[in-house]
């Protein structure tokens, strides 16, 4: 995939995450609007409820106190007669006016503390807030046109304040006569709810937690879709490389092989014991590199699908690296440097597998010389504690930039040169070295201070490995 593809990608997918968020964002605010103007209805349409029952249970009591009538008996035992059943009862249009305002103004004169029950009001208002599913606490009182409370029911009285201007209110005994409202004694019930956007949010959350839930789990996948993308895109560009840098790799040994191979058949050239060898020579030695760059790719196939087995024996490891120090000696000499080794440690023996870890530092040694623009200089030494053997490598190499360094050791990776391809690889190397030493418990790391401005200020691995003490008298013999 390309990369202006992954990108036109990246961003619409953004897009319409953050539209998403966006309309959830609305949809939330809209609902709470309407949840906070559905919550107003019920509370008003309460108050209107408990108005007309106070006002109803007003005209029960006015008429038990009426004189013992058929009307009365009558509406004592239904009272939902209504004025034909009065009429019927016996009773006059003249008579029934006279009676209903007798009802009606029983109580219009009596003052507003002595017309309510607090007790009933506040059962009033608790059944009706619960009958419109609206359960938490509350404040109220009754108040007067001109602001006089004349009853209050609120833990506090310095909230009275907050009660008064309540929008939450509605007028009592409305069907007290006219006259009696023009005297100015007409009272207000009040209702203020403290919690109300509590009560708005507590209803709310159920949604609300579900909606951010997804949204958290889009983004999540989401991220990590752009990020399996660009991984795979990286890897396809490293593995692009790796063809182009194998095919080059091994077309060059393919060449000179083939080039020897007809020199020795041309009958035109002369074949003299010195240039057989020569010939014979370069074949075996670009016969050896085929090999090496085809154990390289199959060393790291077998790394990464965890089939590399360990042969533990007794390694002692200031033999193994002298041995390796001797071998790759002309590698450096060639390019007018040494390799050196100086062991410190003293106790140098371990468990582990002895190929592996030669070809370790041989892979060292050989990044050490191929990485330096001067004559190569390597140097290696060894340190010891109660619990790991340290090793460590230092050239005087062109270095390893920081941003580089926490990845040199992916399989495939090379710190990238520009258009400067003078040294050659697959990015295996120090990949097989990392599974060979974290196999044997081991740790490496690598310490550069080296910046793209920067040339010649080398680089230092240094690999730790555990061993186990034996008897005291074994640890002695085991001292290197």
């Known amino acids: 995939m390309e990369k202006r593809t992954i990108t036109i990608l990246v961003v619409a997918i953004s897009v319409a995450l953050l539209g998403l968020v966006w309309i959830q964002t609305k949809w939330v605010k809209d609902t709470l609007v309407l949840k906070d103007a559905q919550f107003n209805e019920s509370i008003d349409n309460a108050l209107v409820a408990v108005s007309d029952r106070l006002e109803r249970a007003e005209a029960r009591q006015n008429l038990s106190h009426l004189p013992g009538s058929g009307v009365s008996n009558a509406i004592r035992t239904d009272p939902g007669t209504d004025a034909s059943g009065m009429v019927a009862a016996g009773l006059n249009d003249d008579t029934l006016d006279e009676l209903l305002r007798g009802i009606l103004s029983a109580g219009m004169f009596r003052d507003i503390r002595e017309r309510i029950d607090p007790r009933l009001l506040d059962s009033l208002i608790t059944e009706e807030l619960r009958l419109r599913h609206i359960q938490c606490n509350f404040e109220y009182g009754i108040f007067s046109e001109t602001g006089e409370a004349v009853l209050l029911g609120l833990p506090d009285l310095r909230d009275s304040g907050a009660v008064q201007a309540s929008a939450h209110r ?59 993308i660009l991984r795979q895109k990286r890897l396809g560009d490293i593995k692009n490389d790796l063809v182009n840098n194998l095919t080059h790799e091994l077309k060059t040994p393919i060449s000179t092989i083939s080039l020897a191979c007809e020199a020795l058949n041309d009958p035109g050239i002369p074949k003299d014991p010195e240039q057989i060898r020569m010939f014979t020579g370069m074949i075996r030695d670009e016969n050896k590199r085929l090999g090496m760059l085809v154990e390289s790719v199959l060393l790291s196939a077998v790394t990464d699908q965890g089939g590399m087995r360990l042969r533990t024996t007794d390694v002692d490891m200031h033999a193994l690296l002298a041995e390796v120090v001797r071998n790759s000696a002309l590698q450096a000499e060639k390019r007018g ?104 418990g081991g740790t490496i790391r690598v310490e550069s201070n080296s910046e793209w401005s920067e040339q010649g200020t080398g680089s230092r691995f240094i690999i730790t490995i555990p061993y186990e003490h034996g008897e005291e008298g074994q640890t002695t013999a085991m001292r290197g």
Not at 341 to 364: C, K, M, W
């Open 170 to 228: 509605t007028q009592l005994f409305r069907n007290d006569w006219p006259q009696e409202q023009r005297t100015g004694s007409t009272w207000w019930l009040h209702l203020n709810v403290p919690a109300r956007p509590s009560v708005l949010l507590r209803s709310m959350w159920p949604m609300v937690a579900t909606s951010a839930v997804f949204l958290l789990l889009i983004a999540v996948i989401f991220g990590y879709t752009v990020r399996t």
């Open 337 to 440: 440097g040494r390799i050196t080794f100086q062991p410190g440690a003293e106790l140098a023996h371990v468990r582990g597998d002895r190929t592996h870890l030669t070809s370790i530092f041989y892979n060292l040694i050989d990044n050490a010389v191929k990485y330096c623009s001067v004559s190569p200089v390597v140097r290696i030494t060894t340190r010891s504690d109660a619990q790991v053997l340290t090793i460590e490598v230092r050239d005087n190499g062109i270095g390893i930039p920081r941003a580089e360094q926490n990845k040199i050791f992916d399989r495939l990776y090379r710190v990238p040169t520009g258009n400067v391809h003078n040294v050659k690889g697959f990015g295996l190397g120090l990949s097989y070295v990392k599974s060979v030493v974290e196999r044997h």
